[in-house]
């Protein structure tokens, strides 16, 4: 059973933020819809224009609307913010320990703080979705809706920014403060596509040919990298959205899950450190140093195939 009080907590602690996403995804959805109908308009009212072309115009305008835009990346950033003051933040300030002093379980602090941003999220997206619909639907351009996916331009979008936070959250359950919550979340959030991109490289420097293993897999690898399901909607796959659904739903289960375990667990001691389990730093130590190692190399690599006139 979540507590009234612990949401109002939460929720006095993220208010400006979460006006923030609002604000985003109103100038995202609606803003964009406004402006694009006009544009709409302008051309429908250019005499140069047949119906044709004007018709070949509605589908461009529902995928530009709900497809990938530069407020997406914002949006990312501004969840990853609000997950990293609901648990990072309060472990800098020590308000996790002034938390854990109140008359509730930890499970129920961790649950409050998921819940509170997965009905925001949920809420907001909705609603600035909704209302981006009825503009349309009140237009006279209400018959490009007729090109409007919902399975790829809303609902892959809505849980694709669901997996993030709770991700986001999950990760600050082993991190000791909000940096490093957020640094975690953004590497191991793009590392599917990172790590086999770096793979490649070093196969193909190593090996020609035979380490192009991985060219013609990138929509795939992409299904596993949750952040770029905001940036693709025409898919050389047919069916990857189901792909990105069932990715999305499976890290927000494993990261709710494993991260209310995790919370349980933490030591309020290591708040301020970088990780909270000391278990964990020889990994990451090996996995950092690696990682780099092969960036380092990929951009050695680079400039001298730009000396030599590979490029």
């Known amino acids: 059973m979540l507590n009234k009080g612990l949401l109002k907590i939460d929720m006095r602690s993220t208010s400006m933020v979460l006006g923030i996403l609002a604000i985003l995804l109103f100038l995202q959805y609606p803003l964009r819809a406004i402006l694009e109908l006009e544009w709409l308009r302008s051309i429908a009212e250019d005499p140069l224009n047949n119906q044709q072309m004007i018709n070949s115009q509605y589908g461009f305008f529902i995928e530009d609307l709900f497809g990938p835009s530069a407020f997406s990346l914002f949006v990312i950033a501004t969840i990853l913010i609000i997950a990293g003051m609901l648990i990072g933040l309060e472990r800098n300030t020590r308000r996790h320990d002034f938390n854990l002093s109140l008359p509730f379980s930890r499970k129920e602090i961790f649950l409050t703080k998921a819940t509170l941003g997965v009905g925001m999220i949920t809420l907001l997206f909705w609603l600035n979705s909704g209302l981006t619909l009825i503009i349309i639907q009140f237009s006279e351009f209400s018959q490009t809706l007729s090109h409007l996916n919902v399975l790829d331009m809303m609902i892959v979008p809505w849980l694709s920014l669901l997996a993030i ?147």
């Open 165 to 311: 936070y709770m991700f986001t959250l999950f990760m600050g359950t082993i991190s000791g403060e909000m940096i490093s919550q957020i640094v975690l979340s953004i590497i191991f959030l793009i590392f599917p596509y990172g790590f086999t991109m770096l793979i490649g490289i070093a196969f193909t420097v190593h090996m020609g040919n035979m380490g192009r293993f991985w060219i013609g897999m990138d929509e795939f690898i992409l299904a596993f990298t949750i952040p770029f399901h905001l940036f693709t909607v025409n898919h050389a796959i047919d069916h990857i959205s189901i792909v990105y659904i069932a990715v999305s739903l499976v890290v927000f289960v494993l990261s709710l899950v494993v991260g209310t375990f995790l919370y349980e667990k933490g030591k309020s001691e290591k708040n301020g450190e970088f990780l909270l389990f000391q278990s964990l730093e020889p990994i990451f130590l090996i996995g950092i140093v690696a990682c780099f190692g092969m960036l380092g190399g990929t951009i050695f690599t680079f400039f001298i195939w730009h000396s030599a006139g590979r490029f």
